[in-house]
């Protein structure tokens, strides 16, 4: 048997079949991104909503259970360590042991990264390698490039496995940047699960609190585009450089 | 209270009760990263044939956290009424257990027992029942409240309606709560979650619903979830709202985490009651969830069952029209998959019912739990069966402002459907007046927004 389907959003979208008021229906619709005007078979919903909204939900949970390949990493230069975080299971469970770089990651970057460096970048998998994977390639190198623009000098970037946001403060602690700017996969959305955070700190530290970070979030090819994402975290950085300062006491 | 169990030949100590309550509890991850859980399955066992030997006078001069340092306990305590509680001192949780479940029991003799028990007592027999002994339970008490229209009778199953928008565009909001209206869902409330917890937001959003409200004639209430001392601002600045909604928590420490204290709440009571819109006695809309008190590490070593259980030790306080706990909204630190996030809905149920509390569930999951949306199918018919006074309606499960999954407008209308539970009386006039109902059943016109649509 041979049946070839081909989906587009277009194939997914179910209606109501004889509705009250059709213009008005379709102008409804229009006014919010919610799944609405989907019709239904009795009280349930039709097949292809109903697949939809399953399929949306396959992309944030492979998104969550995803590994960033080492080819994305070679492509970069980065080299990977891990936190305290064992596994994917205790990572989801334990917050508080992927803010914490494990002995050996300690060990490693010590050794490989340049210590007291002007900017440090980290990237981390966070909760979705996906939005690694997708962004990583345009973020990257306007980052480098909008470094250079504003005249600072990147030290040894590096990759952690299993990050949580404040794994900052302990790279902090060991590397002693001026800023630091962390690249991590977001908790995925049903919207989009490969949505990417830079969060940056001046001078972070154990103890910095949230309010002392900056972030831009939503950084995904149908949110925060991620090459200008790139540049705008270069211009951040300097800002933050220049005050001495980050998060709330960051004047704009 | 130092306490022992021997089981066969192995014995267990415990240093005090709230260490026997942690340990009595049903996994939950939240109580392995606050680090009181037990420590393998057998002590788990220990811990609860123990508590069940335990008495309620043994749950109420042993405080968890003790009146002196903390206001919601204090609070609590001071809430017993001291001739019912002087009857029932002596029972064991065993004994509490099975009158709650024997048959001579009804909800009248419920109503009755609860005024002699403190929130810690409802938390202990919970850890010592089974899921369908909550949902059994559960399913004696009902507890009707009334703001502007009155739900929570035996066999209605009531919604709010969820129309949150990304950028609280109110052409949006209007949009998905046509769409709530079309399936037969706002009858509990029609509640918005604000991006921009500003007074004039608040006031603009609340407005909106009033006069979509009065224009189409809706036997329901109005709300905007932002935080009550914005709410109050809003009201104070003429803003039309039929209830105050907040957010609450078991410990006077994570209630400041929160921004708020039982002054406060006192303060927003007397507003509510003097410049809302509704006539009903009942004018709150409180939530809640197992977990908040750790994740602003206000928990002070106490299990998340028995913080939850304080929650509604401090709603009952002010009458509230509807509560809701916000199940699975806190991520997998705290419930880490769909058995965790069931077992913890049926005890919250449970817990707030036998407060006399009018229980709604926010059947829902993060994508980083170990959940889905058949859990929450399961999940929102196993709250049905329990007599689960509202469930939340959001677009196709999937909320676009807040980034989680709940229950779908669909959901509730299959759950009515399957159960055979009616949308509350006032409310299911008004459908049929729409023609979106006949008998309790939805009509062919059912399901289509563009029916509220005018040019």
């Known amino acids: 048997m041979d049946k070839n389907v081909v989906y587009t959003d277009q194939t997914w979208q179910t209606r109501i079949s004889a509705p009250r008021h059709k213009q008005g229906l379709w102008e409804l619709v229009k006014a919010t991104p919610a799944r609405i005007g989907v019709g239904r078979t009795h009280t349930r919903p039709l097949t292809k909503t109903m697949l939809k909204l399953q399929y949306d939900h396959a992309q944030a949970i492979d998104a969550v259970r995803s590994e960033v390949s080492r080819e994305c990493l070679q492509a970069f230069d980065l080299f990977s360590v891990d936190t305290c975080f064992q596994d994917k299971e205790t990572y989801l469970k334990r917050p508080d042991r992927g803010r914490v770089l494990s002995n050996d990651a300690v060990k490693t970057i010590k050794e490989k990264c340049l210590s007291r460096p002007q900017v440090q970048i980290v990237v981390s998998d966070g909760l979705s390698a996906k939005a690694i994977e997708t962004n990583l390639k345009d973020v990257y190198p306007a980052l480098l490039d909008s470094l250079e623009a504003s005249g600072l000098k990147p030290g040894t970037p590096f990759f952690v496995r299993g990050g949580r946001v404040a794994c900052m403060d302990h790279i902090g602690e060991i590397l002693k940047p001026e800023v630091l700017v962390l690249l991590i996969g977001e908790r995925p959305g049903l919207a989009s699960a490969h949505s990417m955070s830079a969060y940056m700190c001046y001078q972070p530290r154990q103890g910095t609190i949230e309010s002392d970070r900056t972030v831009i979030s939503n950084i995904h090819p149908n949110g925060t585009p991620p090459i200008e994402a790139g540049a705008h975290i270069g211009t951040v950085l300097k800002k933050m450089i220049e005050q001495q300062a980050s998060g709330v006491r960051l004047q704009w | ?455």
């Open chain 2, 1 to 455: 209270m130092k306490t022992t169990i021997t089981l066969l030949n192995k014995t267990y100590q415990f240093n005090n009760v709230k260490e026997l309550l942690a340990k009595a509890n049903e996994e939950k991850s939240g109580d392995q990263l606050a680090g009181i859980q037990a420590k393998d399955a057998e002590e788990r066992l220990a811990a609860r044939h123990l508590l069940a030997e335990l008495t309620l006078s043994d749950i109420r001069e042993h405080p968890v956290i003790p009146p002196e340092e903390d206001e919601v306990s204090r609070l609590i305590d001071e809430a017993v009424d001291e001739k019912v509680y002087q009857i029932i001192r002596n029972w064991s949780l065993a004994e509490l257990r099975e009158y709650l479940l024997s048959s001579q029991v009804t909800g009248k003799e419920i109503d009755w027992i609860r005024n002699g028990l403190t929130s810690e007592m409802i938390a202990a027999v919970t850890k010592i029942m089974s899921n369908m002994d909550l949902i059994q339970a559960a399913g004696k008490i009902a507890v009707e409240t009334h703001c502007r229209h009155t739900i929570g009778q035996k066999g209605v199953l009531a919604g709010r309606a969820q129309p949150n928008h990304p950028t609280d565009d109110l052409n949006g909001i209007k949009a998905s709560m046509y769409e709530a209206l079309s399936y037969g869902v706002g009858d509990a409330v029609i509640g918005v979650n604000p991006v921009d917890d500003t007074p004039d937001n608040i006031k603009k959003i609340l407005t909106m619903i009033k006069e979509e409200i009065e224009k189409w004639k809706i036997p329901t209430q109005n709300c905007v979830l932002g935080h009550v001392t914005t709410q109050m601002r809003a009201i104070t600045e003429g803003a039309p709202a039929d209830l105050m909604f907040q957010s609450l928590a078991g410990t006077e420490a994570a209630n400041e985490a929160f921004g708020i204290r039982i002054d406060l709440l006192d303060e927003a009571n007397e507003l509510i009651h003097k410049a809302g819109t509704a006539k009903g006695p009942n004018r709150w809309y409180f939530e809640t969830g197992q977990g908040s008190e750790l994740s602003s590490s206000a928990h002070h070593g106490v299990d998340q069952v028995t913080l939850e259980a304080r929650c509604y030790g401090l709603a009952r306080k002010y009458k509230p029209f509807i509560v809701n706990t916000v199940v699975g909204f806190i991520g997998p630190e705290y419930l880490y998959d769909s058995k965790q996030v069931i077992r913890a809905a049926l005890e919250d149920h449970f817990m707030g019912k036998m407060h006399g509390l009018p229980m709604g569930v926010d059947v829902c999951y993060t994508n980083h739990m170990k959940a889905d949306q058949n859990d929450m199918e399961n999940l929102a018919l196993l709250l049905g069966t329990a007599g689960v006074n509202f469930l939340i309606g959001v677009p196709m499960a999937d909320d676009c402002m807040l980034n989680y999954q709940s229950t779908s407008y669909h959901d509730i209308a299959s759950v009515r459907e399957i159960l055979g539970l009616r949308p509350a009386p006032d409310f299911e006039s008004w459908l049929e007046q729409m023609g979106i109902m006949n008998n309790g059943r939805l009509t062919e016109m059912a399901g289509d927004p563009s029916l509220f649509y005018t040019v």
